[in-house]
């Protein structure tokens, strides 16, 4: 089996968590959708790391990860605040942008 | 476990793939389909811990490890209490409130999985040179030395950006207590002042079988009374209601003492308990 | 370099128009004293403009340039040939007349307008256009003229939105709407003019390399700058378009009478007698100049458009019953006449449009203005609300008669000596449309007279009865007109010798000459 | 002394602009101002006239140049004046006849509190007419022509609270302007062809063009003097501008205006003679509107109405004759002096008959009027004579001349046509004026008091008036006479309009005989059919002819139906299409665009989650289109 699967395979794992953070209302788990299409970059990466067969697509994970990380800090802080405020996680709930 | 990654790629590492991707996918799309947000994110974390095994089948030690620790274990544990924060139980319904909201999206995530093997496909990707070299000296270390001499800005001013992160979300979710905190004293003045419940709120309601804070209190008419349940629970709206289970005790009492009493109503006792049971799935729900 | 006259003469109403518009909002007749002194000081400049310019000498004097946008070799560049001195002494000379007409339409407790300051707001406004119109008669840089083609738009906008005419049929309301209305019409078909000669000036620029329009002018005679026969077309009609909506020429004409008929009197006589001119005047030097070929190619088909526009506006003018937009018609009409002699391309054909400009300018402005007073005291529009004026107002019945026979060019009357000659100009080289053109002349008296007949004579209606004649500074703004009408009629002279040569190189620039008389030509 | 020709017009255009200008202070003294001007300018063309007399016949012309008017490259038109014996008749008549008609409008418009302005415009008029007449080009006579359109237009409306008279004036300056649209056309043409219309130079090179240019130009020069001297087809608007004051009448529509299309044909001569189809032309509008003219004339009870028809009728002699060439020209002139004098005289007569009416004009209120003013009925009695050309008197000599030319026409039909067709015009000619006569100052009267009850009491005019008409008899007894001795006016005018004896198709003295034999046929049949039996007060019915000559032979319900309401319907139609299709088409893309707004609109719905689907999207397609891009 050629490595190039596990590039499809972060294709579709992307799709989907794209898919999911366009249909799910719940902030949270538009989040973890987006978490999902983090890793999915992160397994891409990992896998061209190993056909070039040098480290630099690993370190691009791992800062990856670390931005994931600190997004999913800030992310979540505010959707605490959110819920503080308006006692709901809906993403439609703030549509203030609206006309 | 080190030469198999190195080189091409093994009939196990490919039976491993291919069972643990479809598991992984499963996983994503759970995630994206569950009701509930508790379920979508054990399915991600499921997949995730996936991922990380494919990171070491792919020669990335390290991340795989972090990938599981650091993903995995808190920021998948993050998403945990923030879920419970804002309720487990909470079911957001999937009933789509935007117009075609749905189908353009479907079609957009499904477009864009074409395209992208689309493009992988086009792209030439035949030759494939392991990681054997590169992790000579050991992945960690490889990674090390890239990390502090190539990286090395970069990774400092990741530092800083989680520091940032982390203020930013403490600014975020920290309130900030402007005035002194009340004692009991002034708070029961307080309450005598508004003129609203002065004793100490009613205890929920404890019965000899259900014994839980998120069940009301019965007030002597018996219909529960909210007041008995905590603050939180009741804007989760998570108050489990048994008033009807009383009901039902006092019928499965009756339903005994008769078949206690009138040995040859068996049929109707029968009859009897089985209606009493539909009453109670009944009352159940 | 000696004083700069020709920014100077422009300059002077800017700083007017600022110094108008702040003066205190209680001192209202000091801004408007002071709104006269600074249009009578532009027109003190614009005489001496006419003093120091030589009609043998250079085809631009009293040139000045200096550079302005270096990356895009955009200068302010100034210069006038003769057309441009009687353009300006036309402007020069109405701005004063238009202010003392106007002397009220701005009063608060008249308009009962809310509007900060009106009055300072008005004035100023008016000094502005004065300003951008003459710096734009001066400009010899294409971009420069384009800035200020288009800036003027903004001033007017605010004047016929903001002081329409209160003689209204509908209420308030309704008048409002309409007004703003007319403004944004006005502005629209004016923007979209101004965006498709930005895009010729741009692609003119690639051309060219430069925006200077003597040295592109220049390197056309020279034949050194030459350019595709596609692309001098495309550019030309680029430029006419915006001139052609701003002239206005048919069918581009519709905005005209909106904006005449809402604003009022002495802004309307703003928009048709010196805005509009400066479309005609584009004509005459950026088209002609800048592309002779794609002009004469372009020829036959705006020969007929001008054609529609003279009957077709004199038709409508007959139609309609609304004073202020019959005198709009009659000016699409007057334009139709301009173009046609612009673009007969010969020279009695162009200096008739040229002294046309000036006539109309000055016709038009003793009619409507004096309409304007005849409105203002009857409160209406229509002339269906008129009659017998003439019993109880003889002298503004009798300028008015004037400003109608000057409008349906009675000989004798300045706008006679333009006509013919523009008729004349153009029958030299194509008879047919010089006939047909032959029988605005017809039409211009049919609706004149029936404008006239139906307002003035006849037995007098009740609500006129009690009209008062006209007042003194009426008279002042009215009489001078009128004078100057007869004077130019039956001495042109000083205006012509000022046009000839100019019109001279504008001929010698499309390589046209005069078609020779029949009996010459046969010896 | 030729400095002194700018003063003929110069005086007169003072006196309208102090008239016009002067403001009310002038209401005592304006009429006073007025005449004296026309005086004044009468006095100068006598003193040129005395002057042009000490000359030979071939160098009286004068020319006076003042400054050049329009110099445009190739285009110079000046203002300046050129005084021959043709111009001389003129000016003598108009000034003499507008001298004599400023003293009568004296007593005329006494009661007039705008007599003033009255005056003002009289003078313009004169102004007007003296520049048509010594103009030395074409141009120049332009403005002379529409001046004179514009004082007439003022003139017959000068009464503007009446509106008949203002749309009368209206008509008239319309119907006079399709003519000198047709003026101006003719002088581009001349512009073209020969790079000038000074006279001298046009009429010089005539033979350097072709006949077709020449053609063309005459029948223009046709259509304005049409427009100017009422002839058919432009003839319509003369009846209506009776409207007007009837010193204006006399002045402007009966001896001087009306008559600048035979000064403008005679001047143009030599075109004329080089186009023979034009002039052609010329003769058979002039025959046509003669008949025309006196039908009307015969049928109108109105009696300025009956003298306009005649009036129309008798300019048709002269443009007849003025189409007939060399052999018609002096005589064209000469009955139009003439006709100034006897025409100006009827219509002075009959304002003086009115004066006494209160403004009656129906003849058939009138009657017997001879005992009440017996100086108005001899002076109007021998203008009669002299219209219809009664021997001796000034008519005869003149028509007389004329009919003689037109049997001379050629020595074909033609001849044999257009003579009979004049002398036929003579006849009802004879028939219309008795019958004026009679209906006006004979028989008994038949005058009743009007609807406010009172009744005119006939008396004759005072001085002012009296003496102008006495003057005007006299010319129109002797003038004829006294052109007629050895040919002294043929003489006077031939260095201008050259002279050739006709010769008719038959002989003169049969023609005479012929001419005074019908002439007596009409006198005769009219008296049998007014002077016999009582002129009932009501018209009668009549026969077809008849009523549709009352209206003008139809020819303004043919102007109406065709033109007037033609155009309403066309302009109607116009505006409507104005404002929807040509502002429609605007309009509706604005709506458009504010339409398609309007949807896009809906789609910023404030859902963070269809922004992100449409950004999503977009990517998706961007990144499409590079793999597209990549792929050919």
């Known amino acids: 089996m050629s490595p190039v699967n596990y590039l499809y395979l972060a294709a579709l794992l992307f799709a989907i968590g794209a898919t999911g953070v366009l249909i799910r209302r719940n902030a949270i788990v538009v989040f973890m959708c987006i978490e999902l299409m983090l890793n999915a970059c992160n397994l891409t990466l990992v896998a061209f790391s190993r056909m070039h067969g040098n480290l630099d697509g690993q370190i691009i994970a791992f800062f990856t990860m670390v931005v994931a990380a600190a997004e999913v800090v800030v992310g979540l802080a505010i959707i605490v605040s959110l819920f503080r405020s308006r006692h709901s996680a809906s993403v439609d709930d703030a549509s203030l942008m609206k006309l | 476990m080190n030469t198999l990654a190195a080189y091409a790629t093994s009939t196990g590492e490919a039976f491993q793939f291919w069972i643990l991707g479809t598991v992984a996918v499963i996983g994503a799309l759970c995630t994206v389909f569950m009701k509930r947000a508790v379920h979508s994110a054990l399915c991600l974390a499921g997949t995730m811990i996936i991922l990380a095994v494919f990171y070491l089948a792919n020669g990335a030690y390290f991340l795989g490890i972090v990938q599981i620790v650091v993903y995995t274990g808190a920021i998948m544990m993050l998403f945990l209490f923030v879920v419970m924060l804002v309720g487990v139980t909470a079911a957001d319904s999937l009933k789509e409130t935007i117009k075609g909201q749905r189908w353009l999206a479907a079609l957009c995530g499904l477009g864009f999985a074409v395209l992208l093997f689309a493009g992988i496909g086009n792209a030439s990707l035949s030759e494939f040179n392991g990681l054997a070299q590169a992790n000579s000296a050991g992945n960690v270390e490889g990674l090390a030395a890239l990390i ?61 079988r259900h014994n839980a804070v998120d069940i009301a209190g019965l007030l002597p008419d018996g219909t529960p009374s909210e007041l008995t349940v905590s603050r939180t629970l009741r804007e989760r709206g998570q108050i489990r209601d048994v008033s009807g289970d009383a009901l039902n005790d006092l019928k499965a009492l009756e339903q005994r003492s008769e078949e206690r009493l009138g040995r040859g109503g068996a049929v109707t006792s029968r009859e009897k308990s089985s209606g009493g049971s539909a009453e109670q799935k009944e009352a159940a729900k | ?109 008249e308009t009962g307008s809310k509007r900060w300051r009106p009055t300072q707001g008005f004035f100023a406004l008016i000094l502005m256009v004065e300003a951008m119109v003459i710096l734009s008669f001066e400009a010899t840089d294409v971009f420069l003229f384009y800035i200020l ?119 309307a006589v703003l928009i048709t007698a010196v805005v509009d001119k400066v479309g005609t005047f584009a004509m005459l030097r950026f088209c002609l100049q800048l592309f002779p070929e794609a002009s004469k190619w372009a020829t036959p088909a705006i020969l007929v458009l001008a054609l529609i526009s003279i009957v077709y506006g004199a038709l409508l003018a007959v139609g309609q019953r609304d004073i202020k937009r019959l005198v709009a018609y009659a000016s699409i009409s007057h334009f139709g006449f301009i173009i046609m002699g612009i673009f007969a391309m010969t020279s009695q054909g162009q200096s008739g449009a040229t002294l046309y400009m000036v006539n109309h300018g000055v016709s038009t402005a003793a009619l409507m203005l004096v309409a304007g ?143 020779k008389p029949e009996v010459e030509a046969a010896k | 002394m030729e400095n002194l020709i700018a003063l003929l017009v110069a005086a007169p255009l003072l006196g309208a602009a102090v008239l016009l200008c002067g403001g009310r202070r002038l209401d005592r003294t304006g009429h006073w101002i007025g005449t004296l001007l026309a005086v004044a300018s009468f006095a100068v063309g006598v003193l040129l006239f005395t002057d042009m007399l000490g000359k030979d016949a071939e160098h009286r012309a004068l020319h006076q140049a003042l400054f050049s008017w329009i ?19 003129f000016v003598l008549l108009i000034t003499g006849v507008g001298s004599l008609i400023h003293i009568y409008s004296i007593g005329y418009m006494e009661h007039d509190e705008r007599r003033r302005r009255f005056f003002g415009y009289l003078n313009l008029f004169l102004a007007a007419m003296l520049l048509l007449v010594i103009a030395d080009n074409y141009l ?92 058919v087809p432009l003839q319509s608007w003369l009846g209506d501008a009776m409207e007007g004051p009837t010193p204006v009448s006399a002045l402007i529509h009966a001896a001087t205006m009306v008559t600048a299309g035979v000064y403008l044909i005679t001047r143009s001569g030599a075109i004329f003679n080089a186009a023979p189809d034009a002039q052609l032309a010329v003769v058979i509008v002039g025959a046509v509107t003669l008949i025309f003219g006196a039908i009307v004339g015969c049928a109108k009870d109105d009696i300025k109405k009956a003298l306009a028809g005649s009036t129309m009728s008798q300019i048709g002699y002269m443009i007849l004759a003025a189409g007939l060439g060399p052999i018609g020209y002096a005589f064209a002139i000469m009955h139009l002096v003439t006709h100034g004098f006897f025409k100006a005289g009827l219509f002075l007569g009959a304002g003086s008959v ?181 002129v009932p007060v009501t018209a009668p019915r009549g026969s077809l002819l008849t009523r549709a000559a009352r209206r003008d032979l139809l020819q303004d319900d043919f102007n109406h139906v065709v033109l007037v309401r033609g155009g309403e319907h066309l302009t109607r139609s116009l505006v409507y299409v104005d404002h929807t299709v040509v502002d429609g088409v605007v309009n509706g893309t604005a709506a458009g665009f504010g339409g398609l707004s309007g949807r896009l609109r ?31």
Not at chain 3, 6 to 11: E, G, P, Q, V
Not at chain 4, 449 to 466: I, L, V, Y
């Open chain 2, 148 to 208: 502090f001499t190539k990286y090395v800005f970069a990774f400092e001013i990741t530092g800083a950006l989680l520091i940032t992160a982390t203020v930013g979300a403490m600014v975020l979710t920290h309130r900030e207590r402007t005035e002194r905190a009340k004692t009991q004293r002034e708070l029961s003045e307080q309450r005598v002042r508004e003129g609203k419940h002065l004793p100490p709120l009613p205890a929920p309601g404890v019965y000899a």
């Open chain 4, 354 to 534: 009115m004066h006494g009416m209160n403004d009656e004009v129906d003849m058939r209120k009138y009657g017997g009027l001879r005992k009440y003013m017996p100086v108005t009925f001899v002076t109007f009695g021998l203008g009669y004579l002299a219209i219809i050309g009664f021997p001796g008197l000034s008519g005869f000599w003149s028509k007389d001349k004329i009919i003689e030319a037109a049997f001379a026409y050629d020595d074909g039909i033609r001849g044999w046509i257009f003579g009979g067709v004049a002398l036929l015009g003579a006849g009802i000619t004879a028939f219309y004026m008795t019958r004026v006569m009679i209906m006006t100052f004979f028989g008994e009267k038949r005058w009743q008091p009007d609807e406010s009850g009172n009744e005119p009491h006939p008396h004759e005019s005072p001085k002012s008036m009296t003496i102008p008409m006495i003057v005007l008899a006299f010319g129109s007894v002797f003038a004829g006479g006294l052109f007629s001795l050895n040919e002294s006016f043929v003489k006077w005018l031939e260095p201008v309009t050259q002279f050739e004896h006709p010769h008719p198709v038959i002989s003169v003295p049969a023609i005479t005989a012929s001419t005074v034999v019908v002439l007596l046929l009409g006198a005769g049949l009219a008296y049998l059919m007014y002077g016999r039996k009582p």
């Open chain 3, 1 to 109: 370099m000696s004083f700069p006259l020709l920014t100077a003469t422009a300059a002077v109403p800017a700083i007017g128009a600022i110094v108008t518009a702040a003066v205190p909002a209680a001192r209202r007749t000091a801004a408007k004293w002071l709104a006269l002194f600074f249009s009578l000081v532009t027109l003190v400049l614009a005489v001496l403009i006419g003093v120091r310019f030589a009609p043998g000498g250079d085809r631009y004097q009293l040139t000045e340039s200096h550079s302005w946008i270096a990356d895009f070799g955009v200068r302010y560049e100034l210069g006038v040939d003769g057309i441009g001195v009687a353009l300006i002494g036309l402007t020069a000379l109405l701005i004063p007349f238009v202010l003392l007409a106007g002397w009220h339409d701005a009063d608060p407790q």
């Open chain 4, 602 to 632: 809906k789609l910023q719905n404030g859902f963070a989650r269809s922004y992100a689907v449409s950004m999503f999207g977009g990517t998706a397609i961007l990144i499409a289109a590079t793999l597209l891009m990549r792929a050919v």
């Open chain 3, 149 to 267: 083609f288009e800036a003027m738009l903004i001033p007017m906008y605010f004047l016929i939105g903001g002081f329409g005419d209160r003689a209204h049929a509908g209420s308030d309301e309704k008048a409002a709407a309409q007004r703003s209305y007319a403004a944004v019409k006005f502005l629209l078909y004016n923007l979209v003019g101004g965006l498709i000669m930005l895009a010729a000036v741009i692609g003119l620029y690639v051309v060219a390399g430069n925006f200077s329009l003597q040295e592109i002018a220049a390197a056309r005679a020279s034949g050194e700058l030459q350019m595709a026969t596609s692309t001098e077309r495309w550019l030309f009609l680029g430029f006419f378009f915006a001139f052609a909506v701003k002239a206005p020429l048919w069918p581009l004409h519709t905005w005209l009478p909106n904006a005449m008929g809402e604003a009022t009197a002495p802004v």
């Open chain 3, 373 to 515: 007073f005849l409105i203002s005291r009857r409160g209406s529009r229509l002339i269906a609300d008129y009659g017998g004026v003439q019993k109880v107002a003889p002298v503004l019945a009798g300028t008015f008669l004037v400003g109608s026979l000057a409008t349906l060019s009675l000989p004798g009357l300045a706008p006679f000596v333009s006509e013919f000659l523009v008729l004349v100009g153009t029958f030299a080289r194509y008879p047919a449309i010089g006939i047909i053109a032959t029988f605005g002349i017809v039409l211009a008296a049919l609706y004149s007279l029936v404008l006239y007949q139906r307002t003035m004579t006849g037995p007098v209606k009740p609500e006129v009865s009690a009209m008062p004649d006209l007042k003194v500074r009426e008279l002042v703004v009215v009489a001078p007109l009128i004078a100057l009408l007869i004077f130019l009629g039956v001495y042109p002279k000083p205006v012509t010798d000022l046009v000839n040569p100019a019109v001279g190189h504008t001929l010698s620039d499309v390589h046209e000459k005069d078609p």
């Open chain 4, 71 to 89: 110099p445009v490259e190739g285009f110079q038109a000046d203002v300046a004046f050129q005084l021959d014996q043709l111009s001389m008749t």
């Open chain 4, 140 to 231: 120049l006579l332009y403005v002379g022509w529409e001046g004179v359109g514009l004082a007439s237009y003022l003139l017959i409306g000068f009464w503007q609270h009446k509106p008949s008279a203002a749309t009368a004036a209206k008509k008239a300056f319309l119907v006079n302007r399709v003519g000198d649209m047709g003026l101006s056309i003719a002088i581009m043409l001349m512009f073209t062809t020969f790079g000038t219309f000074a006279f001298g130079p046009v009429l010089e090179s005539v033979g350097d063009t072709g006949e077709g240019k020449l053609t063309a130009i005459g029948l223009m020069l046709l259509l304005a003097a049409c427009g100017k001297s009422a002839q």
